[in-house]
């Protein structure tokens, strides 16, 4: 059965509910009124049902008119939506782009970076995820997303391309009155044993699981982010690594405190990823964007020709 209900039709009912009048919705359709009252008397002529109630003075939808009417602008916002995404596709812009952000990264320079995006082309829809360490590589090599930024160590072999970006500085930080600052500076490993660590999850599904930075105490918390192990930190839950472009807030207000090792945590490179069979233009326009882009300790992401770094303290 052939439905009689035309997206012309909708149209025309929707422009008459919004409009209020037969005459004024044949305005804003550029359009006889004739035409629309012809449109919508073969409209309930083949529906065997009024859509408007003649008895009033104004254009009133029967219970009838506005069951078509209420569902028939959800067909319309699907055919614009459809339109929408097949003239996206036709230009080479991708209908979405799925970036997984490594959890070392604070996300305030993904947020302007999209906003930048979003000023250019508003069409491809941006999925944003959180990765930790592995996980990062794990989720383009099992194409849960399409680019990474920040993935940390090696790349993966098979098609991925990368990009450095820096190194992230780590420190290692206790909540302001944790035992450990009354020991003897610096701290020998056997001293950090002692005490609990806070570790991060590594949130790979399918390639093995890394890990970084432990301090093989007696007992670990585990959390499932940077930001986590830095809150957990703070309230004295236990000890460990921290990026120190994530800490600043927390140094100023007292929260946490960096304590020098005998041993301390070498710099960790990260970097940009994405598979190379991918030529679609929003990835392009991300890559393009990123490579001006620089990993400062202290600071985080920021653009190359911004300020010079800040001597880490």
Known sequence: MISPITLDALRVLDAIDRKHSFAAAAEALFRVPSAVSYTISKLEEDLGVALFDRSKRR??????????????????????????????????????????????????????????????????????????????????????????????????????????????????????????????????????????????????????????????????????????????????????????HRIDAELIDGRLHILPLQEPRPPQAVSVAWRSANKGKALRWFVERLARMRFDGRRGLVDRDGPPATPLS
Request: charge should be negative; hydrophobic fraction near 45%.
């Open 59 to 244: 254009a009133v939808l029967t219970p009838a008119g506005r069951l078509v009417l209420e569902q028939g602008r959800h067909i319309l916002t699907a055919t614009d939506e459809l339109t929408r995404m097949v003239q996206t596709a036709a230009e080479g812009w991708e209908l979405e782009l799925r970036i997984a952000v490594d959890s070392v990264l604070d996300f305030a320079p993904v947020y302007a970076l999209v906003a930048e995006f979003q000023a250019l082309q508003h069409r491809t829809e941006l999925l944003l995820s959180e990765e930790v360490l592995g996980g990062s590589w794990d989720a383009l090599n099992s194409q849960r997303c399409d680019l990474v930024i920040g993935a940390a160590g090696e790349a993966i072999p098979g098609g991925i391309v990368t990009q450095a970006l820096g190194e992230v500085d780590f420190v290692f930080a206790v909540a302001i009155d944790h035992p450990l600052r009354m020991q003897p500076l610096p701290l020998s490993a056997e001293v950090i044993r002692s005490y609990p660590t806070v570790v991060v999850a590594d949130s790979s599904r399918y390639l093995p699981a890394r890990s970084t930075g432990l301090l093989d105490g007696r007992s670990r918390v585990v959390v499932p982010s940077i930001a986590s192990k830095i809150e957990a930190q703070c309230r004295g839950l236990g000890v460990g690594f921290v990026p120190r």
